[in-house]
C-alpha cells in the first residue's frame, strides 16, 4: 500500500463532496411490494447466483432505512448516493418510499444523491428495444417532478458497460443474455436513456446531473503487437464506448456503425452536458492476445472467441474477490482521461470505490482505502478536477450472482438478524471526514 499510510490523508478542495453509495436491489428487500425486475426473474433460476440466495430480504432496507440513515449521519457523510428502484416506481405508491428517505436524510443534514437506473430494470422491459429509452425518460420525469424539490444532485445510469457485457454479452449477470458483440444495440440504448433522462432533468429545472460510468486502465500483457492490438480493443469497449459519445459526441472509430438507428441524431443527445463526469474505479485490467480457450478470471468465464484475454497482475495484493489492489490505477485513469478530452471532461466525482473483504476489524479495507484517497489526491494535485468521493458500501448487501459470499460494507450486516455493526474502517473514514473539515 501507500508508503505514507499512517500519515492523515492530505485535505481536498474546500467544497469536496465526501459520501457513500449503495443501489436499491442490493438493499432494499421488500420485493413483493413492487414490480418484479430482471434481477427478481435472474435470481430465481438455479445456478444463476453462487449461494442460491436472492435479494427478497437484502438488508431489509425499506423497513429500516432510518437506522441507516442515522448511521450516515453517524459517520458524518455530505452526502449518500442511493438508487431508484423503477419497477418500485412503477408500483402503486412506489414513490412514497423514496419521499420518506429523501426527507430523513435531509433532516439528518445528509444530501440525498439518486441514481435513477442502477440495474434493476422492470422485467416487462428490454433494454435490446429502443423504446425502453423512451420509457426511462418518462419514469425519470415522474421521480424528478415528486422529488426535485428536495433532491439536487442526480445521477442517471450506473456503470452501462457492466450491464452491457456481464448482463448482455456474458450471461453472468441479469438478464442472463450471451449475445457477445450482437450486445451493443444494449449499449447504445442506455447512452441515449441517459441523454433523454438528461433532458428530462433539464425540464424539471435539474442543475446538478452526471452520470456513473466504470472505468479503469487498460495494461498490454507485453509490448508484442497481438497484446497491443487486444489491449486496445478491450480499453475501447470498456472505457472509450461509453467515455466517447458522452464526451465527444462520437463513437469510437469503427463502432458506430454498428448501432442501430439514426446514430448520429442520437449522438446529439446522448453528448448533452453534463455538469460532472462520475468515475467508478476498482482496479486497472491486464489484457493480452486471445489464448485458444475460456479464461475464468474474477467470477467470470471470458469466451475464447472473445479478440482478447484477461490475465491477472502479478506481484500485487488482491481482495477477496481476487481483484487487484492498484491505488496507482486511480491516478492514471484520471490523468489519462484529463489528458484525452481536456475541456470536455468536465469536474470528475468519484461515484463509487471500495473493496470485499471479511470481518468486523477490517483493516486490508482500511489500507485499501487510504492508499486510494492518496491516489486521488495525487490526481488533483496534478490538475484533475475531482469534487467529490464516495466508498462503496455503507452496507454489506447481496453482491449480484455473488449473493452474500462478498462483503463491501463499512457496516457488517448480520443477514439472518439483519443486525448493523460498524466495521473499524467505519471508524476510521468517520475520522477522515472530521479531519477533512
Request: glycine share 10%.
Amino acid at each position: 500500500m501507500a508508503s505514507d499510510a499512517g500519515n492523515p490523508i492530505p485535505r481536498f478542495p474546500a467544497g469536496f463532496v465526501w459520501g457513500v453509495s449503495t443501489s436499491a436491489h442490493q438493499i432494499e428487500g421488500a420485493v413483493d411490494e413492487r414490480e418484479p425486475s430482471v434481477w427478481d426473474a435472474f435470481t430465481a433460476e438455479p445456478g444463476r447466483v453462487k449461494d442460491g440466495s436472492t435479494a427478497a430480504v437484502a438488508c431489509d432496507h425499506y423497513h429500516r432505512y432510518r437506522e441507516d440513515v442515522a448511521l450516515l449521519a453517524d459517520l458524518g457523510v455530505d452526502a449518500y448516493r442511493f438508487s431508484i428502484s423503477w419497477p418500485r416506481v412503477r408500483s402503486t405508491g412506489g414513490l412514497d418510499f423514496y419521499d420518506r428517505l429523501v426527507d430523513e436524510l435531509l433532516a439528518a443534514g445528509v444530501r440525498p444523491v439518486p441514481t435513477l437506473f442502477h440495474w434493476d430494470l422492470p422485467v416487462a422491459l428490454d433494454w435490446l428495444e429502443r423504446d425502453t429509452a423512451s420509457r426511462f425518460a418518462e419514469y425519470v420525469s415522474v421521480v424528478a417532478e415528486r422529488l426535485g424539490d428536495r433532491v439536487k444532485k442526480w445521477i442517471t445510469l450506473n456503470e452501462p458497460a457492466e450491464h452491457t457485457l456481464l448482463g448482455h454479452a456474458l450471461g453472468a449477470h441479469a438478464p442472463g443474455r450471451q449475445l457477445l458483440f450482437d450486445a451493443l444495440p444494449v449499449a447504445h440504448h442506455q447512452l441515449l436513456a441517459h441523454g433523454l433522462a438528461v433532458r428530462a432533468l433539464r425540464a424539471s429545472g435539474a442543475t446538478d446531473i452526471g452520470i456513473a460510468n466504470s472505468h479503469g486502465p487498460t495494461w498490454p500483457a507485453s509490448e508484442e503487437s497481438a497484446d497491443l492490438e487486444a489491449a486496445g480493443f478491450y480499453d475501447l469497449l470498456l472505457n472509450r464506448l461509453f467515455a466517447d459519445p458522452l464526451l465527444l459526441g462520437q463513437y469510437p472509430e469503427g463502432l458506430g456503425e454498428l448501432m442501430p438507428g439514426d446514430v448520429e441524431s442520437d449522438l446529439k443527445v446522448i453528448a448533452e452536458p453534463l455538469d460532472w463526469y462520475g468515475v467508478n474505479y476498482y482496479a486497472p485490467t491486464r489484457v493480452g492476445a486471445p489464448q485458444g480457450e475460456d479464461i475464468e478470471f474474477g467470477g467470470l468465464t471470458i469466451p475464447a472467441e472473445l479478440p482478447f484475454s484477461v490475465r491477472q497482475i502479478e506481484g500485487v495484493p488482491v481482495t477477496d474477490f481476487g481483484w487487484p489492489v492498484v491505488p496507482e490505477g486511480l491516478t492514471e485513469l484520471l490523468t489519462g482521461f484529463h489528458e484525452r478530452y481536456g475541456d470536455r471532461l468536465p469536474p470528475v466525482v468519484i461515484t463509487e470505490n471500495g473493496c470485499s473483504y471479511p470481518g468486523l476489524d477490517d483493516q486490508d479495507r482500511i489500507a485499501y482505502l487510504d492508499g486510494h484517497l492518496r491516489a486521488l489526491h495525487k490526481a488533483v494535485k496534478a490538475g484533475v478536477d475531482v469534487r467529490g468521493y464516495f466508498v462503496w458500501s455503507l452496507l454489506d448487501n447481496f453482491e449480484w450472482a455473488e449473493g452474500y459470499e462478498r462483503r463491501f460494507g463499512l457496516v457488517h450486516v448480520d443477514f439472518d438478524t439483519q443486525q448493523r455493526t460498524p466495521k473499524s474502517s467505519y471508524g476510521w473514514f468517520r475520522g477522515v471526514l472530521r479531519a477533512q473539515r
